[in-house]
């Protein structure tokens, strides 16, 4: 069975500090994943793909297969950023996606 | 312009009476979704579909039924509502060949009391 784990249900920095969410997942396949983000009051939406490789709003995840883990970085955290993080897996050939816990990123002004 | 919508946003219900949350997307999309979530929790995949006449189950057991007759409606239906229920409702869809990039509603909460 395929699992997703974020192990911080909170986590608070400063301004302009870095910020990493950790994410880990199991999956015997080859997994896709991604990082979905709910701002305060909005619905949940895609902040970025593995596949794709991209920095978005300054945000970036490398899958890292042999830690089984797709970490979310960003070098400078901006108070915009506070918002419910989740890491997200698909697997492939089969047609449903497995979220995480998520973890609330608090950006301290 | 394309979306995914869903009705009604809130809804507080007594025991026993039957429910409908509608789910509607102008996205053309094949797959959709439906995800419960209490809140600060996980996000639980309870239905999901293919496409018309195709319906699953999900990884969380729910007492919720859907149907998918037409592409774009997607309806959740609980027959007898319990306070067992209570919670929030996302419905999702995606594009096919990629189905981890999905589109949500923005979620119907339920009450029932």
């Known amino acids: 069975a395929q699992r997703v784990t974020q192990p911080e249900k909170l986590l608070s920095v400063f301004k302009g500090a870095p910020v990493e969410l950790k994410c880990n997942y199991s999956?015997?396949?080859?997994?896709?994943l991604f990082w979905y983000v709910q701002y305060s009051r909005q619905r949940l939406q895609l902040l970025l793909r593995?596949?794709s490789r991209e920095s978005i709003k300054g945000f970036t995840a490398d899958l890292n297969k042999g830690e089984t883990s797709f970490h979310l970085k960003k070098p400078f955290a901006q108070e915009e950023d506070s918002a419910m993080y989740y890491c997200?897996?698909?697997?492939?050939?089969?047609?449903?996606?497995?979220f995480g816990t998520g973890t609330k990123l608090q950006v301290i002004p | 312009e394309a979306d995914i919508y869903q009705t009604p946003r809130y809804l507080v219900i007594g025991t026993g009476k039957k429910i409908t949350l509608e789910c509607s997307q102008t996205?053309?999309?094949?797959?959709m979704y439906w995800y419960q979530q209490d809140p600060g929790m996980e996000l639980h995949l309870i239905h999901y579909s293919y496409g018309v006449n195709s319906t699953e189950k999900g990884d969380l057991s729910s007492e919720s039924t859907v149907s998918r007759i037409r592409t774009e409606h997607f309806p959740l239906t609980l027959e007898s509502a319990r306070p067992s229920h209570t919670s929030q409702y996302l419905c999702?869809?995606?594009?096919?060949?990629?189905?981890?990039?999905?589109?949500f509603g923005e979620g119907s909460r339920l009450t029932v009391l």
């Open positions: 997200a897996l698909a697997s492939g050939g089969y047609q449903k996606v497995t």
């Open positions: 999702a869809s995606s594009a096919q060949g990629r189905t981890g990039e999905l589109f």
């Open positions: 999956y015997s396949g080859s997994p896709e």
């Open positions: 996205m053309g999309h094949d797959k």
């Open positions: 593995h596949i």
